[in-house]
């Protein structure tokens, strides 16, 4: 099992930054990736960004050129989040994908509020 706890999330005007933060525990040693994931209200959940423990990183069209992806997928993996905008506004989601796929586990997210 993996437990995974997002923070960082809150209220940023547009233009604003914020960092959110992902603590993996548990069987982390069977994590090879971790993903952040959104969910605005009336929308399916989107992937945002993903780290790969190979260093393989991965974007989502929306958020490239102004979101950062970093950190340890067995530790702690970062989404550093710049020039946001309104349509940001969603709970953002971690989550962490075991070796072959076989098995993955999400956080209860973080809510980020961008106000125009």
């Known amino acids: 099992q993996v437990q995974l706890v997002e923070s960082g999330g809150g209220l940023v005007q547009a233009g604003g930054s914020l960092r959110l933060s992902c603590s993996a525990s548990?069987?982390?040693?069977?994590?090879?990736?971790v993903g952040w994931h959104r969910q605005a209200p009336g929308k399916q959940r989107e992937l945002v960004a993903a780290?790969?423990?190979?260093?393989?990183i991965v974007y989502g069209d929306s958020v490239k050129g102004r979101f950062t992806i970093s950190g340890d997928s067995a530790k702690t993996v970062y989404l550093q989040m710049t020039s946001l905008k309104p349509e940001d506004t969603a709970v953002y989601y971690c989550?962490?994908?075991?070796?072959?796929?076989?098995?993955?586990?999400w956080g209860r997210g973080t809510q980020v509020t961008v106000s125009s």
């Open positions: 548990g069987s982390t040693a069977n994590i090879n990736s």
């Open positions: 989550r962490a994908v075991t070796y072959g796929g076989t098995s993955d586990y």
């Open positions: 780290i790969g423990r190979d260093g393989i």
